[in-house]
């Protein structure tokens, strides 16, 4: 069994920054990539930024810029650094990891229960 737990969101003024974290746990040998996704409301859940156990990155267009993805491999944790924040990044912010290897079984997509983050316009 793996849970992911986020923490870190809040409400934030423009031009603001938060960080996120996300920590996975449940007897892990490795992970291949962890990632933030967000959902705001009437929107379909996008990508944020991802990055893989060798530190290969991707961002969206969107955050590219204003947002820094991390990860301490060893802690099996994810941070994404957030700044200049604009209304638009309101949204919740769910944590994923993919290709999670518990005893010699590989593990598709877990995801967190999701973090709100709300920059006021």
């Known amino acids: 069994q793996v849970q992911l737990v986020e923490s870190g969101g809040g409400l934030v003024q423009a031009g603001g920054s938060l960080r996120l974290s996300c920590t996975a746990s449940?007897?892990?040998?490795?992970?291949?990539?962890m990632g933030w996704y967000r959902q705001a409301p009437g929107k379909q859940r996008e990508l944020v930024a991802r990055?893989?156990?060798?530190?290969?990155?991707n961002y969206a267009d969107s955050v590219k810029g204003r947002f820094t993805i991390s990860r301490d491999n060893a802690k099996d944790t994810v941070y994404l650094q957030m700044n200049s924040l604009k209304p638009e990044d309101t949204a919740v912010y769910y944590c994923?990891?993919?290709?999670?290897?518990?005893?010699?079984?590989?593990?598709?997509?877990?995801w967190g229960q999701g973090t709100q983050v709300t920059v006021p316009s």
């Open positions: 994923n990891a993919d290709g999670i290897y518990i005893s010699g079984i590989r593990l598709r997509d877990r």
């Open positions: 449940g007897n892990i040998f490795s992970i291949d990539a």
């Open positions: 990055i893989t156990s060798g530190g290969s990155t």
